[in-house]
């Protein structure tokens, strides 16, 4: 089983050793092919490509800056990312960080390692999971912060 790690120089943290880390010590033997572009509007041509070279699933890991341009890179990789997706039949994992999701850079680092080592753990899901998948839905699980719980749980 091949699994695609999409990534930028863009970003400010680098995804790979968390998601490498999460992928290996689930003892599937997972091999990883890693494709590393420039900026976040890359990513879905980099997945594009780790699909044509034999990848079930890739995860997506991009950093969006502040400026309200930067938003708008992020959604239009965003749409690309489902673009390839809904092409291919296969997953696409987009873990983007935005850095202004704290002011703090502490917090931004943990963001980003809580929201990629959940998505590894998620590709593992969706290859592998598939019941226990099913025994999570509804249960507002969340990528970088803390889990939210389903509705009526406070």
Do not use: W
């Amino acid at each position: 089983m091949k699994v695609g790690l999409a990534d930028t120089t863009f970003s400010r943290f680098d995804y790979a050793p968390v998601v490498l880390g999460v992928l290996s010590k689930s003892g599937r033997g997972i091999e990883v092919e890693r494709y590393t572009v420039p900026g976040i509007k890359d990513l879905p041509v980099a997945c594009k490509i780790l699909f044509r070279r034999g990848c079930e699933l890739v995860i997506a890991c991009g950093m969006a800056g502040k400026a309200p341009i930067d938003k708008q890179c992020s959604h239009e990789a965003s749409m690309g990312l489902q673009a390839v997706q809904l092409g291919e039949g296969k997953h696409v994992l987009e873990v983007f960080v935005h850095m202004d999701e704290t002011a703090s850079e502490r917090e931004l680092m943990a963001i980003c390692e809580d929201r990629a080592r959940k998505h590894a753990e998620n590709a593992l899901l969706l290859l592998f999971g598939q019941d226990e998948l099913r025994r999570r839905a509804g249960t507002g699980r969340r990528q970088g912060r803390p889990d939210e719980g389903p509705l009526g749980s406070d």
